[in-house]
């Protein structure tokens, strides 16, 4: 099936900006790496304003979930500049910093999952990340090695995160509960392409610093786990990850990511915290995929993983001082889960006129539980099982730019608690700004 030339250069942006780590890090050199002699710079930005017809707190206030309150919001949730430079054609530099939220500064914040306490932060509703920062050695198109900060590709929004990869004026909502977003450690990777006849399979081996079991909680499952809040990161127990990506169909690609780390409670801000206790082994899988062809758009996620001892973790990080940067709700969840899909019709594909604008409306649904399996004495709490329904429509009037509106309602807990609706509309853009 032939692509028209907006998709084809859609696709072509896509699998540039795979090289400073904006996409999945793909291993094809030619990808990566074509299309410019010494450097370039460029990155992605969005925009989104909501409004809701749900209070701020689901779990404090009222016994039917989230108060019905009239509110809206509008922000900046990130802004991104990013660059590579080539030493030589077999030696490159790739930088990410995200600017997420307005930057930084000393501020205060309402802690709502802790029944709306104020908590200083040094921030200014946001922070300044080194997302990412690594040298490439390009060594052969099956075997490549990059080595410093990089992305973890568990989860389709890990691997492809920038808002011209995905329908929602917002990254897809489970993931971004029970796992770190965008998920940057620090490293070592290979990666490379192999195969021709029965399709090409790109791999991602990665060693990393593992998650720190100080912030695992109930709300966001491992996620808070991330570390990052000190000058350096623990690694008595890496992380160990591996990603495969199969494209033999034109338009398709299957994919699959498993994270393994053996001991998170070994990462902890202090090493005796857990002493005694046995170990906090985490294992997250993952399944997605993605078709898009003239006509249509689809893309699937599926999320699952487990944590050993969650019970004896629980206990145990009840009891962190007052005085620590985590979360310390519970009870931790043995189990956790996130799926969800999307598709979108392409409506200048369907009409066959180019001169139609590239509208695509769509279709989203998702179901995730930070608490899906809970091990007695705990008990799940059930406003923390969310299915959602999005509708909405994207407008792209150039492959760089999305204009995004959309309609979200969510069911809390089956049915047993206020539904969560609201409407929102945005902006989001991803490209190169120079290049030499």
Not at 80 to 93: H, N, S
Not at 167 to 193: A, K
Request: net charge positive; proline share 3%; glycine share 12%.
């Amino acid at each position: 099936m032939k692509f028209n030339k907006e998709l084809r250069k859609l696709f072509l942006m896509g699998a540039l900006l795979t090289s400073c780590g904006a996409m999945a890090q793909q291993g094809q050199d030619s990808i990566q790496y074509g299309g410019w002699k010494t450097f370039r710079i460029g990155g992605y930005g969005e925009m989104v304003a909501a409004f809701k017809n749900y209070g701020t707190n689901r779990f404090y206030g009222s016994s039917e979930g989230n108060p019905k309150e009239r509110r809206n919001t509008i922000g900046i949730p990130r802004f991104v500049l990013a660059g590579d430079y080539k030493f030589t054609k077999k030696w490159i530099l790739g930088v990410e910093i995200e600017f997420e939220s307005g930057g930084v500064g000393t501020a205060y914040e309402l802690e709502n999952t802790e029944n709306g306490e104020y908590e200083t932060e040094i921030e200014r509703g946001g922070e300044v990340a080194l997302e990412q920062f690594h040298i490439t050695r390009l060594i052969d198109r099956a075997f490549n090695v990059r080595a410093c900060h990089v992305i973890v590709p568990v989860g389709q929004n890990n691997a492809h995160h920038e808002p011209v990869t995905f329908f929602g004026t917002v990254r897809p909502e489970g993931e971004t509960t029970i796992l770190p977003n965008t998920w940057h450690e620090t490293g070592i990777e290979f990666f490379g392409t192999f195969g021709k006849g029965l399709g090409t399979f790109d791999y991602q081996v990665q060693i990393v610093n593992g998650l720190n079991a100080n912030g695992f909680n109930r709300n966001t499952w491992v996620a808070g786990g991330k570390q990052g809040i000190f000058e350096v990161e623990n690694f008595t127990s890496p992380g160990y990850v591996a990603r495969i990506d199969w494209r033999g169909v034109r338009g398709l690609r299957l994919g699959g990511a498993f994270y393994y780390c053996a001991d998170t409670g070994a990462n902890a801000d202090k090493s005796q915290t857990y002493n005694g206790l046995g170990k906090f082994p985490v294992r997250i899988y993952n399944l997605d995929g993605q078709y898009i062809n003239k006509y249509v758009e689809a893309r699937a996620n599926c999320l699952w993983g487990n944590l050993t001892n969650s019970d004896v973790l629980s206990a145990k990080n009840t009891k962190l001082s007052n005085k620590s940067p985590y979360s310390r709700i519970t009870p931790i969840a043995h189990k956790a889960v996130a799926f969800g899909g999307e598709v979108g019709l392409n409506i200048q594909g369907i009409v066959n006129d180019g001169r139609c604008p590239r509208i695509i409306p769509f279709g989203r649904y998702e179901y995730y539980n930070s608490q899906e399996d809970v091990i007695a004495p705990y008990h799940a709490d059930n406003r923390l099982k969310t299915s959602m329904w999005m509708a909405g429509i994207n407008w792209r009037p150039i492959p760089n730019l999305v204009v995004k509106a959309d309609y979200t309602s969510r069911t809390i807990g089956g049915g047993k608690y206020n539904t969560e609706n609201e409407f929102a509309i945005g902006f989001g853009w991803a490209g190169w700004f120079w290049r030499k």
